[in-house]
């Protein structure tokens, strides 16, 4: 039995002497208590806090995680937290964290567990956090394979778009335009043709730059070239990125986002920002921009992940970032881009793709969700590449130099999965060009 009391995740754990609580196990409830001899790992239902939560927001999750058995378990194992659709782990479902385990559990005794993770991009509903204890079935021997898991509901809420206006509006110096395909502002605004910006970072004078805007491809990688892939909670679009950059000469370097604040990125030529690693402003532990920065790499930050990391970035440094979350709007369905220049090199090297400025390129194969930098005019060391069909002022492919690095919004979330045969090379040359 359990009761509500202070504590480690507000619980407080007290034995019966007879019966313990049962826990889901692949959907059935088994018992929790396996007296057998040996030892047992048993998993307690996950404290998610908060239990209502909406999709891009932090959540904690906490575990405990006894042993029943007659004998200490010793070692080290891995604990990995999953989010299903119902009550049922499967291939299906979205890993959210994974976390080493290196203890003693002595008998009749217990060890606590708690990770921080970003809800992904879900419909609304109701959904189970899954713990799954020892997941790479390290420990042997144990008397019950079968109560490692164990589960608890969480509410999730996709946040609904809000109402276009239909007429033009201005800005100043942010905006609430109407889009097509469908986007939604990432500003507050009223339905007349005004805006009020969300953010306006003033540079500095060290961090006020005029360059060329212009990306200058490098030569194709070689053995030796390494790209840094930072990820979340999308291990799928992890995983197809560097299949994708793999195929291209790449060795690929996964980083985790928790880990991107202290990571050395000094080895790579460039740096992938996935889209599952933030929304709005935030983007990892506090500074975790700043140092990732640091190291001076060229970084492609990929949708709301990537606008994100730019917001964070501008914050930290004080640049004023005209490719970030506050200077976009989102949207969905997008397949193409328009082409602005198309002697920029980003369309020819190392992968040469035929384009004519002003015609649209297909780079998925079917409609994406997306984010485009608002643009209506050029600016000094910005990099207009591909604007957004069916809109004069907005740019999912942007480009911005800050202190001689090259920063790019690669605003569809779609990972290579979905794109098509140019979307792939371009997303290659965007590398490179970078590098």
């Known amino acids: 039995m359990r009761s509500a009391m202070s504590g480690?995740?507000?619980?407080?754990?007290?034995?019966?002497?007879?019966?313990?609580?049962?826990?889901?196990?692949?959907?059935?409830?088994?018992?929790?208590?396996?007296?057998?001899?040996?030892?047992?790992?048993?998993a307690n239902p996950p404290t998610?806090?908060?239990?209502?939560?909406?999709?891009?927001?932090?959540?904690?999750?906490?575990?405990?995680?006894?042993?029943?058995?007659?004998?200490?378990?010793?070692g080290t194992w891995t604990d990995k937290v999953f989010l299903s659709a119902d009550t049922t782990l499967g291939p299906g479902d979205t890993e959210l964290a994974s976390k080493v385990i290196t203890t003693t559990v002595p008998s009749g005794g217990n060890y606590v567990a708690s990770t921080t993770v970003t809800v992904p991009n879900v419909p609304s509903g109701i959904y189970y956090v899954i713990v799954r204890v020892d997941a790479l079935n390290t420990v042997p021997g144990e008397d019950n394979e079968f109560n490692n898991e164990a589960l608890t509901s969480v509410a999730i809420t996709a946040p609904t778009p809000t109402s276009m206006p239909t007429s033009t509006p201005t800005h100043t110096p942010t905006h609430?335009?109407?889009?097509?395909?469908?986007?939604?502002?990432?500003?507050?605004?009223?339905?007349?043709?005004?805006?009020?910006?969300?953010?306006?970072?003033?540079?500095?004078?060290a961090t006020t730059h005029t360059l060329t805007p212009t990306l200058t491809p490098a030569a194709p990688p070689g053995s030796s070239a390494r790209v840094a892939y930072v990820y979340n909670t999308d291990i799928a679009s992890r995983d197809s990125f560097t299949t994708l950059l793999a195929a291209s000469g790449y060795a690929v370097d996964q980083v985790a986002l928790s880990a991107a604040g202290t990571y050395s990125f000094a080895a790579d030529s460039a740096i992938v920002i996935g889209p599952d690693t933030g929304s709005g402003y935030t983007w990892g532990s506090s500074g975790a921009a700043a140092s990732v920065a640091s190291f001076g790499k060229p970084v492609v930050g990929i949708g709301s992940g990537g606008g994100a990391f730019f917001s964070q970035l501008g914050t930290a440094t004080g640049t004023t970032f005209h490719i970030d979350w506050g200077n976009s709007w989102i949207g969905s369905g997008a397949t193409d881009t328009v082409v602005v220049d198309s002697a920029n090199p980003i369309w020819s090297s190392p992968n040469s793709i035929s384009v004519t400025a002003g015609a649209s390129v297909a780079l998925y194969a079917g409609g994406v969700s997306f984010l485009a930098a608002y643009n209506p005019a050029p600016i000094a060391g910005v990099t207009r590449i591909g604007r957004q069909s069916g809109d004069a002022t907005h740019y999912p492919l942007i480009a911005q130099k800050s202190q001689g690095v090259c920063y790019m919004l690669w605003g569809f979330a779609g990972s290579p999965a979905s794109m098509s045969g140019t979307g792939k090379d371009l997303f290659v040359n965007a590398l490179q060009g970078q590098a």
């Not at 906490?62 to 004998?71: E, I, K, T």
Request: proline share 11%.
């Open 8 to 42: 480690v995740f507000g619980r407080t754990l007290l034995l019966a002497a007879l019966t313990l609580p049962a826990v889901f196990v692949g959907g059935a409830a088994h018992p929790s208590a396996v007296l057998a001899a040996g030892y047992d790992l048993v």
């Open 48 to 74: 998610v806090t908060p239990a209502n939560a909406t999709t891009g927001q932090q959540i904690s999750v906490g575990w405990v995680v006894d042993n029943p058995g007659s004998s200490s378990v010793v």
């Open 176 to 205: 609430t335009p109407t889009s097509s395909p469908t986007a939604t502002p990432n500003h507050t605004s009223t339905n007349t043709p005004t805006s009020t910006p969300t953010r306006t970072a003033t540079p500095t004078a």
